[in-house]
């Protein structure tokens, strides 16, 4: 990760249904609240989600669990899956096996790998992989399988205490958050932390606006033998990182009493009221969505039915039974991989003044070609254009036909992707690095 803007505005916004439910009435914002954490969990495999409040504490009879590794990197094994660039150019997401025994280890890397396959299948994840480091914490649980499965009574000793029946909800699956945080440290970085419980019965949970002395700010859990689990996961990464909105509705919510929500999926205003201020989504208004249908302004979303408007009728942040986010979430998705991670990384150091025979060296995210990344290198000398250097990776300062003196070399990668409409967002998808050469 880079410098980390706050990522409240997911947990904000469940915390506003919550403290208007009453369930809990001096609810803010859940990281603020050392006892309580709001979790998300969706009780059917094909349905719309909820959010309740849950004590963080593990409850004593499941917590007996053994210790968590010390807090040093190589207490535990990690295996780096996928490391396509340095932790400062990526986002670094960390998944850890609970309810694996010492002799399951293949078993756990096996299963991370299927719903990491399953995750990154869908877009923009799979057009964008390459922005991410994938590393796989091996914590070694004392008994195979996990807490509440299959019925509430049953209780496991495993490595992060991860249990079903989560304040008596079957499918709501808690962690411990000192344990999770504590193998988490293992890996090099950690933006988003995914739990992979040793489980085939279906659950999970996103936590979201965490604050982890770790550094990551979400963690969603997922059953790993169940084949819906990992659109749970899929779903918690569009508020980690999208910072986007859930479109789905409670009934008996009534109408959103205002202000206009910050995230960008869901809006107080009508298709026209968004033509007329262009904010929002009103780039992409009557396009036809990979979710089926047309983009517009349908109304229901952020927990409320009333006064307040999504973009689709259906997509991953309304229910989970589709896997395709809309034209507005899957831009909103692209800025939050470009909002922590780098296309471009210089490969020669760009602290010391550099002669013209040096050779000057870029490495491009691995982004592929066939999907929604249009991605190219330009070089520039003194802010001027070198057309005949488009594209290259590798070059001297020579073949930039660099004159005497001193000069500002500069090589840009530019994502052209036709999945961004908004001409800050594409701003964002770009980035640069500068060299001093002197001749
Ligand atoms: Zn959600």
């Known amino acids: 990760m880079r410098v980390r803007t706050p990522l409240f505005t997911a947990i904000a916004a469940g915390s506003l249904a919550i403290a208007a439910l009453g369930a809990a009435g001096s609810a803010t914002h859940a990281a603020a609240d050392e006892g309580r954490r709001t979790v998300e969990y969706f009780p059917d495999s094909r349905g719309e989600g909820r959010h309740t409040q849950v004590p963080a504490a593990v409850p004593a009879k499941i917590s007996r669990a053994k210790e968590a590794p010390a807090k040093t990197p190589g207490a535990t094994t990690v295996t780096p ?19 694996y025994t010492a ?146 509705q409670y009934a008996g919510y009534g109408t959103y009493p205002g202000p206009e929500p910050v995230e960008p999926n869901t809006t107080q205003q009508t298709a026209e009221g968004m033509l007329n201020t262009k904010t929002k989504w009103y780039r992409w208004l009557g396009e036809s969505d990979p979710s089926g249908g047309t983009v517009g302004a349908y109304e229901g979303g952020g ?32 800025a939050g991989f470009y909002r922590d991670a780098d296309l471009l990384t210089a490969r020669t150091a760009t602290d010391r003044t550099l002669r013209a025979t040096d050779v000057l060296r870029v490495d491009l995210a691995p982004l592929t070609r066939d999907g929604l990344s249009d991605v190219s290198v330009s070089w520039s000398v003194d802010g001027v254009q070198v057309p005949s250097a488009q594209g290259r990776k590798v070059l001297n300062a020579k073949a930039l036909g660099v004159g005497k003196g001193t000069h500002k070399v500069t090589a840009t990668a530019v994502d052209r992707s036709a999945a961004l409409r908004d001409p800050e967002i594409r701003k964002a998808a770009s980035n640069s690095v500068t060299w001093t050469v002197s001749r």
């Open 81 to 99: 899956l996928q490391r396509t660039g340095p932790s400062e150019g990526r986002l670094d997401l960390v998944i850890i096996g609970d309810g």
């Open 103 to 248: 002799d399951q280890q293949a078993d756990f890397q096996e299963d991370a790998r299927s719903k990491l396959d399953a995750i990154f299948a869908i877009e923009p994840y799979k057009s964008y992989q390459g922005l991410f480091n994938f590393w796989l914490v091996d914590a070694v649980s004392n008994e195979s399988g996990v807490s509440g499965d299959p019925t509430k009574d049953v209780v496991k000793d495993t490595a992060v205490s991860s249990y079903f029946f989560c304040d008596d909800i079957e499918r709501l699956v808690c962690i411990d958050e000192k344990k999770v945080d504590a193998y988490a440290q293992q890996a090099p970085d950690s933006d988003i932390v995914f739990v992979v419980s040793n489980s085939t019965k279906y659950g999970g949970a996103g936590y979201s606006g965490l604050t982890s002395t770790a550094g990551h700010t979400g963690i969603a859990t997922m059953s790993s033998d169940n084949d819906r689990s990992y659109l749970i996961g899929a779903h918690e990464l569009g508020h980690s990182i999208g910072l986007l909105a859930d479109e789905y």
């Open 303 to 334: 927990y409320y039915e009333y006064g307040i408007y999504r973009p689709t009728q259906n997509n991953i942040m309304r229910a989970l039974d589709t896997d395709k986010f809309n034209l507005p979430g899957r831009e909103a998705m692209i």
